[in-house]
């Protein structure tokens, strides 16, 4: 499996307050997603990057930005959050677009009070 | 995004044979994929298949598809305490760049 980490594992935060989930991944991939995971939805695509500098927007992006400076890392960030954005966190990594898979990382679980 | 759906919980006696059942409505689909999710981890690709195969076999697991009715299957042989977690079903037309999950079976192993 590829080498993702995700940081912090486990976010308490408030309504309002901004928050920043980072992926790091080891394994030189291209690709790198971000998604939501919530009972009844399965994961749900928030963003994606297909290269540095390079993202769009999934499913539900609504209320989430991200960012990708370097090949290795991608940005969660949550400029203002919700009760609604309470949830699991999921970062995936994939080498190439057509027949390779997903790689994920270990999920963030955070909470908005 | 595409349907992709899957019931929720499936409960299977230790040693028995577990079979989770996947539909999906995007008739473009290439590659279908089953994910693993164990407990506070995330998932993990235990096989794919594409499109133009009607089966394949991997070890304990048998993956069957029926592209007329957009149903995939997953068996699980000797299915052990081990195997309790949620499966994913996922579907894609293009590959890892654009994957549609279902919203996971929770398998639970009775001992």
């Known amino acids: 499996d590829a080498g993702i980490t995700q940081s912090p594992r486990h976010k308490v935060t408030e309504t309002g307050t901004p928050v920043t989930l980072r992926c790091h991944q080891t394994?030189?991939?291209?690709?790198m997603y971000w998604y939501r995971q919530d009972p009844g939805h399965g994961l749900r695509l928030i963003h994606y990057?297909?290269?540095?500098?390079?993202?769009d927007k999934g499913e539900v992006s609504d209320g989430y930005s991200v960012s990708r400076s370097k090949t290795e890392d991608f940005l969660l960030t949550l400029e203002s959050a919700t009760s609604s954005q309470t949830s699991v966190y999921f970062c995936?990594?994939?080498?190439?677009?057509?027949?390779?898979?997903?790689?994920f990382g270990p999920g963030t679980r955070l909470t908005v009070l | 995004g595409e349907d992709v759906e899957q019931s929720l919980f499936l409960s299977v006696r230790e040693g028995d044979s577990s079979v989770i059942n996947c539909t999906y409505t995007?008739?473009?689909?290439?590659?279908l994929y089953w994910y693993k999710q164990e407990p506070g981890a995330g998932l993990q690709l235990l096989t794919y298949?594409?499109?133009?195969?009607d089966m394949k076999q991997d070890q304990r697991l048998t993956v069957l598809l029926n592209k007329k009715d957009k149903h995939l299957s997953l068996r699980i042989a000797d299915t052990q305490t081990g195997d309790s977690a949620i499966y994913f079903c996922?579907?894609?037309?293009?590959?890892?760049?654009?994957?549609?999950f279902g919203t996971g079976t929770r398998l639970t192993v009775i001992p």
């Open positions: 990057s297909y290269g540095v500098k390079d993202t």
């Open positions: 394994e030189n991939h291209r690709y």
């Open positions: 996922a579907e894609s037309e293009t590959g890892a760049n654009n994957l549609f």
């Open positions: 995936a990594s994939a080498g190439t677009a057509d027949t390779d898979t997903q790689y």
């Open positions: 298949i594409f499109s133009n195969m």
């Open positions: 995007d008739s473009s689909s290439t590659y």
